[in-house]
């Protein structure tokens, strides 16, 4: 059974959490309970009713922020740098790094052809003779 709150700590523990908020811009439920030492019960019954007032704002997967604006900021220069990370790699060309291409892996190739392998191989084909000689 979870703690009783009185209404002093209920509101500090509101104030506390959307202090939190302002200060890092964005949180996660379990950063929250980490940091006000508080259980994800309360942490999520308590910004119900944050939400609800409109002091934050949540988005499921996402985390808790100060307003839906705070979040598409956050979610525009979160794009914005998984575009940054990806332009480099395509201009690499043939010297950089290629795609995967299952058919030209030489080290699953030279794996496959092992000894080792082929035991293991004929184990799991139910060729059992052939891995006890």
């Known amino acids: 059974m979870g703690a009783i709150y009185t209404e002093e700590q209920r ?11 302002r200060k890092n811009g964005r949180m ?20 119900k009713m944050l939400v609800s007032q409109g002091e934050v704002y949540v988005v499921s997967g996402k ?3 100060l307003s839906e604006r705070v979040y598409r900021e ?9 575009r940054v990370i990806r332009k480099p790699a395509q201009k690499q060309g043939k010297a950089g ?27 799991y084909q139910g060729n059992f003779q052939e891995v006890m000689l």
């Open 28 to 47: 996660t439920m379990p950063q929250l309970a980490s940091a006000t030492y508080a259980s994800h019960d309360s942490i999520r019954r308590y910004l």
């Open 74 to 82: 956050w979610l525009a220069s979160s794009a914005r740098k998984a």
């Open 11 to 21: 509101e500090r523990l509101q104030r506390h959490i959307v202090d939190l908020v």
């Open 97 to 123: 790094a290629q795609p995967y291409d299952r058919h030209q892996n030489i080290i699953c190739r030279e794996c496959r052809k092992s000894e080792v392998m082929k035991r293991v191989l004929a184990f």
């Open 63 to 65: 985390g808790i922020f």
